[in-house]
């Protein structure tokens, strides 16, 4: 883990009603002492409250996606203003839920993240290969082609992070080994670097795809690992607390 604090965010994907407004309340009282970053990113209609319900703590809310325009007729969608409007400090950004559901490209993606910042918020920009991807042995140039076509030069010098998820370990309970999670970050830090230079070299890299309480602290301690994305592990506390409790 690099030496800047681990940052570990919770994405509640389309789960969450108002009474779950009390495990993020769980979250936050057993993260106080925590050294780590620490986020949930709710639904967008539990945004605002849960920012409100867990202002004055550590926790910090985040946003699971957002429209590239700051407003217009685009039913259904939620601008990165909006977010930010509702108390969110990040968004996760091309998570493959997204990429694959919703066919956003590399450039959407682009258009999102420089939405982002122009909303000031702090992106959490996903890539990962699907298992086909992996089994060609095309993994590497996959992310890395992600990486250099999901990160516009707007990012330089602001405040984001790089999540590492593997489409085939999102949900599934497969994670890769350890040695596959490490080769994966320094190939994406190589393309950090090449894009922002020395920046690009404290840029952190979030792995994601199942993790939980039994795996996070081999996970969060590999090399190059910057703190972790998790999905289903993040709507208990419980859950979610030892894995912060892991990445100290
Ligand atoms: P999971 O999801 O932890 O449930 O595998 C991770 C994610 O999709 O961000």
Known sequence: MTARAPLIA?????????????????????AEQSAARVVICPPASLLHQMSEALAGTRVLVGGQDAHWEESGAF??????????????KLVILGHSERRTARGETDEVVAAKVRAALRAGLEPIVCVGETLGERQAGQALAVVTGQVRGSLPAELAGRAFSV??????????????????????HRAIRASLVELFGAAGADTPILYGGSVKPSNAREILHAAEVGGALVGGASLKAVDFLAIVEAAA
Do not use: C, F
């Not at 919770?10 to 057993?30: D, H, Q, V, Y």
């Not at 039913?75 to 969110?88: P, Q, R």
């Not at 999540?163 to 994966?184: R, S």
């Open 10 to 30: 919770g994405n509640w994907k389309m789960n969450g009603l108002r009474a779950s407004l009390a495990e993020a309340a769980a979250i936050a009282k057993g």
């Open 75 to 88: 039913t259904g969608e939620v601008s990165a203003e909006m977010l930010a409007d509702a108390g969110a």
């Open 163 to 184: 999540a590492y998820e593997p489409v085939w370990a999102i949900g599934t309970g497969l994670t890769p080994t350890t040695a596959e999670i490490e080769e994966m």
